[in-house]
């Protein structure tokens, strides 16, 4: 009541929001828990960090439960009522994400028409949610050695190697674009973006 | 628009605006994109034992021409991977490495390097297999039979096993008597027809051919005789103690003797 008193009087443009503090949560637990995931792997996996590192039973814990836990901010987030519905705008796609993707693909300089998600993010959030499952099926095969037919292990172990490197460059891609996007940044940092973005990025979102 | 009259609901839309109004309702994309993705993987797992030996053949020629190293990297991309349990191993050379057998034996000794390169020398060329899946194929190792050093210090008849320690400070291996005694499980001096350096586990370290990479402990510093096999640290970990190329931990890989 305060505060709208106090704010009124002045026209401070504090932006669009764009995601809740809960939205954020989910996007920092999530990235926090596959950093970690992603850089144990590396120490288990390239030969100059495993010999900088070494330790290896406890790196290998580390993965394992970092992995295991890694769906769980996702699976939490969907008490969330805006998480729900942007689960359920990246899970649409319209008219305007064939074009989005088409211009994507030939690098054209034309409008790019998005909503709230472009079609590139689109594609990422499935694909990487996807993956993530499939890490996670292999991975305890793996883990418990016992419980499958042995031809399996090997099997999940050769999709678990590969897959962990394609979900490596992805990820490189999704942190390349946050990193040339300060305003995309801001957006999950504080959970605001400016009209002006929205406007250039995601002309279709209607707030 | 009233969306209530039917033909203004079906009606194009004139303006982006009208376009706009519900871009969000389009099809399930997404759901397919995550299920498909799922649906690859399983299908990968299936495929996997063709896909990887088509991709072993690929990379191994490929690794052959690499100059950059880099197909190393990658899996199944050939090469040796180096695993250590402990965060650092201290370096040993010619002048502080030492070897003792002790246990169950009448004479303990404790070797140097130059007493060890002063022994009968054996050659072997096989193939390694690591339990993680890897396998580096004709790999040289050389050094002294480790049957003769448990001869020279005279096993008694109680003893039933052979426990290995290391400089590490960490890891153990074991095998039975009977398999330490084999002609093809060597106390390695050489690797690849170079002195073992110190990231493959040098100046020494065990060599048992028949079995998973992992019984072949690096920087070995200690050969114990004992009554009875106590397992060593991966088998404390669930690792098959008698552990066998193709016949142990859930694997069937080809027998590398």
Same mark, same amino acid.
């Given at each position: 009541?305060?505060?709208?008193?106090?704010?009124?009087?002045?026209?401070?443009?504090?932006?669009?929001?764009?995601?809740?503090?809960?939205?954020?949560?989910?996007?920092?637990?999530?990235?926090?828990?596959?950093?970690?995931?992603?850089?144990?792997?590396?120490?288990?996996?390239?030969?100059?960090?495993?010999?900088?590192?070494?330790?290896r039973a406890?790196?290998?814990?580390?993965?394992?439960?970092?992995?295991?836990?890694?769906?769980?901010?996702?699976?939490?987030?969907?008490?969330?009522?805006?998480?729900?519905?942007?689960?359920?705008?990246?899970?649409?796609?319209?008219?305007?994400?064939?074009?989005?993707?088409?211009?994507?693909?030939?690098?054209?300089?034309?409008?790019?028409?998005?909503?709230?998600?472009?079609?590139?993010?689109?594609?990422?959030?499935?694909?990487?949610?996807?993956?993530?499952?499939?890490?996670?099926?292999?991975?305890?095969?793996?883990?418990?050695?016992?419980?499958?037919?042995?031809?399996?292990?090997?099997?999940?172990?050769?999709?678990?190697?590969?897959?962990?490197?394609?979900?490596?460059?992805?990820?490189?891609?999704?942190?390349?674009?946050?990193?040339?996007?300060?305003?995309?940044?801001?957006?999950?940092?504080?959970?605001?973006?400016?009209?002006?973005?929205?406007?250039?990025?995601?002309?279709?979102?209607?707030? | 628009?009233?969306?209530?009259?039917?033909?203004?609901?079906?009606?194009?839309?004139?303006?982006? *605006?009208?376009?706009?109004? =519900?871009?969000?309702?389009?099809? /399930?994309? $997404?759901?397919?994109? @995550? #299920?498909?993705?799922? !649906?690859?993987?399983?299908?990968?797992?299936?495929?996997?034992?063709?896909?990887?030996?088509?991709? *072993?053949?690929?990379?191994? =020629?490929?690794?052959?021409?690499? /100059?950059? $190293?880099?197909?190393? @990297? #990658?899996?199944?991309? !050939?090469?040796?991977?180096?695993y250590?349990v402990v965060?650092?191993?201290?370096?040993?050379?010619?002048?502080?490495?030492?070897?003792?057998?002790?246990?169950?034996?009448?004479?303990?000794?404790?070797?140097? #390097?130059?007493?060890?390169?002063?022994?009968?020398?054996?050659?072997?060329?096989?193939?390694?297999?690591?339990?993680?899946?890897?396998?580096?194929?004709?790999?040289?190792?050389?050094?002294?039979?480790?049957?003769?050093?448990?001869?020279?210090?005279?096993?008694?008849?109680?003893?039933?096993?052979?426990?290995f320690t290391c400089?590490d400070?960490a890891y153990s291996e074991s095998?039975?008597?009977?398999?330490?005694?084999?002609?093809?499980?060597?106390?390695?001096?050489?690797?690849?027809?170079?002195?073992?350096?110190?990231?493959?586990?040098?100046?020494?370290?065990?060599?048992?051919?028949?079995?998973?990479?992992y019984?072949?402990a690096?920087?070995?510093?200690?050969?114990?005789?004992?009554?009875?096999?106590e397992p060593g640290y991966w088998e404390k970990r669930?690792y098959?103690?008698?552990?066998?190329?193709?016949?142990?931990?859930?694997?069937?890989?080809?027998?590398?003797?």
């Amino acid at each position: 009541m305060n505060q709208r008193l106090e704010a009124a009087p002045v026209q401070v443009d504090t932006g669009v929001r764009r995601f809740t503090a809960a939205e954020r949560w989910i996007h920092r637990t999530t990235a926090a828990l596959m950093g970690i995931c992603v850089v144990t792997a590396a120490c288990l996996y390239v030969p100059a960090l495993a010999e900088l590192v070494g330790r290896r039973a406890l790196v290998v814990t580390l993965h394992k439960w970092t992995g295991l836990l890694l769906p769980l901010p996702v699976l939490a987030g969907l008490a969330s009522r805006a998480f729900r519905a942007d689960v359920g705008r990246l899970n649409r796609w319209g008219p305007h994400d064939r074009l989005w993707l088409r211009a994507a693909r030939r690098r054209a300089p034309g409008p790019r028409p998005a909503a709230k998600f472009n079609a590139g993010q689109k594609l990422y959030a499935a694909w990487i949610a996807g993956a993530t499952l499939v890490m996670l099926a292999t991975g305890l095969m793996m883990w418990f050695t016992h419980l499958t037919p042995l031809m399996w292990r090997t099997s999940a172990t050769f999709v678990h190697d590969w897959l962990a490197l394609t979900i490596g460059i992805v990820l490189a891609g999704h942190i390349g674009m946050a990193l040339g996007d300060p305003e995309a940044r801001r957006g999950l940092r504080t959970g605001s973006v400016s009209r002006e973005w929205v406007e250039r990025e995601h002309p279709l979102w209607r707030p | 628009m009233n969306p209530e009259h039917p033909e203004a609901r079906e009606a194009p839309a004139e303006h982006p *605006e009208d376009e706009a109004r =519900e871009p969000e309702r389009g099809a /399930p994309i $997404g759901r397919r994109v @995550l #299920l498909g993705t799922l !649906g690859l993987g399983a299908l990968g797992v299936v495929a996997a034992p063709v896909l990887q030996r088509g991709m *072993e053949s690929f990379l191994g =020629e490929v690794g052959q021409k690499d /100059p950059t $190293g880099l197909t190393g @990297l #990658l899996p199944n991309g !050939g090469g040796f991977r180096y695993y250590s349990v402990v965060s650092s191993v201290p370096r040993k050379t010619a002048k502080n490495y030492r070897l003792t057998v002790d246990g169950l034996v009448d004479k303990p000794t404790s070797y140097t #390097l130059a007493d060890l390169r002063a022994l009968p020398q054996t050659r072997m060329v096989k193939d390694v297999q690591c339990v993680t899946g890897w396998r580096v194929p004709d790999t040289p190792f050389e050094g002294v039979r480790l049957s003769e050093l448990l001869d020279a210090a005279g096993v008694r008849s109680s003893a039933g096993a052979v426990r290995f320690t290391c400089f590490d400070g960490a890891y153990s291996e074991s095998l039975t008597l009977e398999q330490a005694r084999r002609a093809d499980v060597l106390v390695a001096l050489r690797m690849q027809d170079k002195d073992i350096s110190h990231n493959h586990g040098g100046p020494v370290r065990l060599y048992v051919a028949p079995m998973y990479f992992y019984k072949s402990a690096k920087w070995l510093s200690g050969i114990e005789v004992t009554e009875k096999v106590e397992p060593g640290y991966w088998e404390k970990r669930g690792y098959d103690i008698d552990a066998w190329v193709g016949r142990s931990n859930g694997r069937d890989d080809e027998p590398t003797t």
